[in-house]
């Protein structure tokens, strides 16, 4: 069973920067792509950013421009790099990952992101 663990969620204040961190407990290069999405409370889940293991990304429309994706398959680790947060930014950021191999998708337990003054 792959697990994917995150971490580097907390709370910031407006206009500051948090980078997320997600190792998955197998092979990096198996997955295309990882990636993010956040879930804010009485929202719908949502794609944050993702990663193709040859660098192609994708950015949701919240992230353009403030958020910035990359990843490292040998050591297995995807990152989220947020700069001038909003308070809208307040979310769980889910890692995610698919093993198009065997066309199974992976998630994170989540973490906290809490943008408040």
């Known amino acids: 069973q792959v697990e994917l663990v995150e971490s580097g969620g907390g709370v910031v204040q407006p206009g500051g920067s948090l980078t997320l961190s997600c190792v998955a407990s197998?092979?990096?290069?198996?997955?295309?792509?990882m990636g993010w999405y956040r879930q804010a409370p009485g929202k719908e889940r949502e794609m944050v950013a993702t990663m193709g293991v040859l660098g192609n990304i994708n950015y949701g429309d919240s992230a353009k421009g403030r958020f910035t994706i990359s990843r490292d398959n040998a050591k297995r680790t995807v990152y989220l790099q947020m700069v001038s947060l909003k308070p809208e930014d307040t979310a769980v950021y889910y890692c995610?990952?698919?093993?198009?191999?065997?066309?199974?998708?992976?998630w994170g337990q989540g973490t906290q992101v809490t943008v408040s003054a």
């Open positions: 197998e092979n990096g290069f198996s997955f295309n792509p």
């Open positions: 995610y990952a698919r093993r198009p191999s065997i066309r199974r998708d992976f």
